[in-house]
């Protein structure tokens, strides 16, 4: 199924969702901001995010209204958004990535903050703990750094003749350190050794590419992150990819819809719905600092077969049968 087609299944589900409002009858109409690096909030983190939202009786325009402040990959301007955001009293601040979830702690002092995916939330300074944050942020942890060594295992399970990997990574992310560390432990573990290349804009990464025909990788293992794994990078990443006859290797699933080879982590879509879990309980009166950092219960191995067939790949059969989705 093509993502267009995705989105109008998953759109049209929505329509049919049973309408349970009634349960939030106060008379407020509350404002959710989302605050992100990327240009846009994603189509498929929208849709699941309001569908979630919808299925604990809150229905955009009759009682919430939603704000989209996107930083267009400027990271100088979050902080200016964050600004407007605070003039604008909003009720909660969803924010996407480490750089907006940073912006956004340093700006905002009450107003709750609901990280949608992120990272290394201690490490980064984010929260005290994850089970009891304090201040007032919270939110969902996709386990980044901690499953970026099974996703080189898998990688090389997929493709044995991998013996020299490109790491796309973006400098502006403060969580990349601690996984191109743990990286380079893995590439040790499996004989394997590392080209690390960098973007920090959708139009970088066709240099990062260039650099990597250049060292001759065998493949590329893209790390997770806002501007990496958006729609807009993820397919020139795979296009690039497939050109140059790389394997490419995702932590996000919808980056394997749009034409990588495959990906293991947190189940996306499960993520953003539960993300709605967070801003239920903010209205109806939770207090921020009490509402622990989740962290996934879902995880995804996903396999773009038609992108293997274009690489001449030939995905061995006992890792294709554990994978939880194919794209034929």
Known sequence: ????????????????????????QSGKVYSIAYLTVRRSMEPLTSTFLHQGLRELGWIDGQNFVFTT??????????????????????????????????AAKRGIRTIPIVAMAIADAVAIGLVDTLARPGGNVTGLSFLGTELIGKQMQLFREAVPSLSRIGILSNPANPTHE????????TAQTLAVRVERVTARTPSEVNQAFAVMAQT?????????????????????????????GLPSMYG?????KWGGLMSYGADSEDMYRRVAGYVDRIFKGAKVADLPFEQPTKFLLTI???????????????????ADEVIQ
């Open 1 to 24: 199924m093509d993502r267009r087609a995705f989105i109008g299944r998953v759109a049209g589900g929505l329509a049919a969702a049973p309408l349970v409002a009634e349960a939030q």
């Open 69 to 102: 402040k996107a930083a267009g990959y400027k990271s100088e301007r979050l902080p200016e958004l964050v600004a407007e955001l605070v003039r604008l009293n909003v009720d909660v601040v969803l924010v996407d990535g480490a750089e907006a979830a940073l």
């Open 178 to 185: 601690a996984r191109l560390r743990e990286i380079d432990a």
């Open 216 to 244: 001759r990788v065998d493949g590329v293992l893209v790390l997770s992150d806002p501007m990496l794994s958006g729609e807009e990078a993820a397919v020139r990443v795979a296009q690039l990819a497939l050109k140059g």
């Open 252 to 256: 996000w699933g919808t980056s394997v």
């Open 304 to 322: 773009n077969l038609k992108t293997s067939k274009m690489l001449g790949l030939t995905i061995p059969p006992l890792l294709l049968a554990r």
